[in-house]
């Protein structure tokens, strides 16, 4: 599977052979557990550095199959042994998360599915109406690709839950395979 990435930076640019490197090390944890769904990788550079300066702040969110796991702020004054650092303290978080889920995954276990029941395109949410007909609310921002601006009230979609200030709500939005009827 090809996985997800999304890398962003703060406050300076990002050169090519970073983004290289982020993209070298998020191929080697999908390839110790291909269900990542999806890697965020954000970086930052401290106020007012010069060319050089750190520490950088290395923040990895991935999204697996039960929820999220996150690695914050490995910071380091070279921007690669952050990155590298940062890589690490998340191989050992997946493959915790793997040892207590491995013989225990089960299809119905994959990310709850729904559909798209009401859609706020102005104001940048919808809800999803899940199968046991409850409403979860969700922001444009949680939308994987394609994109909010693709989805419609029926897309079937999977989705990550987690409590929010006012109730349930995705963290995570992805379409549900290739639009085709069973």
């Not at 944890?29 to 990542?36: E, G, Q, S, T």
């Not at 702040?57 to 042994?81: C, F, H, I, M, S």
């Not at 994109?147 to 409590?163: A, I, N, P, S, Y």
Request: aromatic fraction near 8%.
């Amino acid at each position: 599977m090809e996985l997800l990435l999304q890398i962003t930076s703060h406050d300076f640019a990002l050169s090519p052979g970073i983004a290289a490197e982020i993209r070298e090390h998020a191929d080697r944890l999908d390839a110790y557990y291909n269900r990542i769904m999806r890697c965020r990788v954000v970086i930052e550079a401290p106020v007012g550095h010069h060319r050089r300066g750190g520490p950088f702040n290395v923040r990895l969110d991935l999204t697996v199959p039960r929820g999220e796991l996150v690695v914050n702020r490995q910071a380091d004054e070279d921007l690669l042994v952050a990155i590298r650092d940062a890589f690490d303290a998340m191989r050992r978080r997946l493959e915790d998360y793997v040892r207590a889920h491995r013989g225990d995954v089960k299809v119905h276990e994959l990310a709850p599915f729904g559909r798209v029941a009401k859609l706020f395109p102005q104001e940048g949410y919808g809800f999803i109406e899940t199968v046991d007909q409850r409403e979860i609310y969700f922001h444009r921002h949680s939308v994987l690709d394609p994109g909010f601006d693709e989805l419609h009230v029926g897309t079937e979609v999977r989705f990550v839950e987690e409590q929010g200030e006012k109730g349930p709500q995705a963290s995570t939005v992805s379409f549900h395979g290739r639009p085709h009827h069973h």
